[in-house]
């Protein structure tokens, strides 16, 4: 295929399907250059580090051709025919039609600034860094496929088609196999797909029709979070705020609103409850009558009520919701726990006054942090399994080992353990 790389259109459609594709969010380090690289992974064997993807010919892509290019995006397979290790999400990208890898060639070769900056070599242990057993792992789980669409409605086969491709949302809401891989590539495969996941220490939810998924959700706030990274009840956080702050929040309005409908024709994830047992909310008049029965609910009142308010309803749309919000009562709590002793931020977007940020509470002793996690899971109407201290131990653990974005040095999130040294008993 001949590619104009100097054509006009062809360069923004190609930057519209790298904004889709987000490209820019894993290849981008905070306070680094566009796409030159070097943002860490974390993977359960060790991190490794995104690659430059500018047109530097040195040290970027600037020497690929655009058969190259496409055997990286679709099929793994760089340059000099070494495999990419599969955080790279080609298993997602490779039902994208070769033209609009064409456009995104012509863009990345002609829009993009070259930077010379080298690539960070991976932390993987000897024998499980080396590539060429990859290519065995891809004829196992990455075999060449096509899109095939589920409906006949234009609208839902877009929104599949970009939840399913370029999105590529399985890559982190999809649990993994024993070989690291999605278990599912689309909903035709399984109903795992898009089942929710254990990622970097998040839990990225499912994005399927049960409670703790989707199912409490609508098609409109579903739109409205992609635009802005909120709504009235929550806030995109962690990697998902990066892809809010890169991706969503360009996309045109009928994108999103067919991503959105398409998500919310998923059935239910297997196994897992569609509806919760109603609860009475007796929290917020205790709180307000000064009535702290629990050491998490004077925590709670000394480290979070300010901004969260007694009714665990926040502000909308500048403090999220703790009460009803399924990203707190998921069934698992490494979300919760990170947030709590890292910290975050919402998403840059231009559709909300600014972003907000939540400090980090890692000086609270591992048993504060447990009692109040605790209260927050299980007050109000929330219903969520209890955590235990060693939950916050080996979160801790977790988060001293991830490295700092932008910097070779990893947080200091060991300043406070239980002297007694408890693990849940």
């Not at 250059?33 to 690659?51: E, V």
């Not at 075999?143 to 939840?163: C, H, K, S």
């Not at 705020?241 to 059935?267: N, P, R, W």
């Amino acid at each position: 295929m001949t590619i104009d790389t100097n054509d006009a259109a062809l360069i923004k459609r190609g930057e519209y399907i790298a904004r889709t594709a987000d490209c820019v969010a894993c290849h981008t380090t905070l306070g680094g250059k566009p796409f030159a690289g070097g943002l860490p992974m974390l993977t359960p064997l060790g991190a490794i580090y995104s690659t430059n993807i500018t047109p530097d010919r040195e040290t970027g892509i600037g020497e690929y051709t655009f058969d190259d290019f496409l055997n990286a995006t679709k099929h793994g397979v760089r340059k000099d025919n070494s495999a990419l290790y599969p955080a790279m999400p080609y298993p997602s990208y490779g039902i994208m039609p070769d033209e609009d890898i064409a456009a995104m060639y012509a863009y990345f070769m002609s829009a993009v600034e070259p930077v010379n900056q080298p690539n960070k070599a991976s932390e993987l242990p000897p024998v499980l860094n080396w590539r060429w057993p990859l290519a065995y792992w891809q004829a196992l789980f990455a075999a060449e496929r096509d899109f095939v669409p589920e409906t006949n409605d234009p609208m839902l086969t877009r929104g599949q088609y970009l939840i399913e491709g370029p999105g590529h949302c399985g890559s982190c809401h999809t649990e993994r196999g024993i070989g690291f891989q999605e278990v599912a590539l689309s909903d035709a495969g399984s109903d795992e797909f898009l089942s929710g996941a254990i990622i970097d220490g998040w839990r990225a939810k499912s994005l399927r029709g049960e409670h703790r998924g989707l199912g409490t959700w609508s098609t409109a706030e579903l739109a409205d979070f992609f635009k802005t990274g909120r709504t009235g009840t929550t806030a995109a956080f962690g990697a998902m705020a990066e892809v809010v702050e890169h991706s969503t929040q360009y996309m045109t309005d009928d994108d999103i609103q067919a991503m959105a409908a398409y998500l919310k024709t998923l059935s239910p994830a297997p196994g897992k409850e569609i509806d919760l047992p109603p609860k009475q909310d007796f929290t917020t008049q205790k709180l307000l009558d000064g009535v702290y029965d629990s050491r998490g609910a004077l925590l709670y009142v000394e480290y979070c009520q300010v901004c969260h308010r007694a009714d665990g309803k926040g502000v909308p749309r500048i403090f999220p919701a703790l009460d009803g919000n399924s990203a707190v009562y998921s069934r698992y709590p490494d979300s919760v726990l990170q947030i709590t002793l890292s910290g975050g931020r919402m998403p840059d977007t231009p559709h909300d006054r600014m972003a907000f940020s939540m400090p980090a509470f890692n000086t609270l002793a591992d048993a504060d942090i447990a009692e109040v996690v605790n209260f927050i899971r299980n007050s109000w109407t929330n219903q969520a399994s209890e955590v235990t201290v060693g939950d916050v131990v080996a979160m801790r653990h977790f988060l001293s080992k991830k490295p700092r974005v932008g910097t070779d040095l990893p947080p200091d999130l060991s300043v406070t353990h239980t002297e007694q040294g408890v693990h849940g008993e």
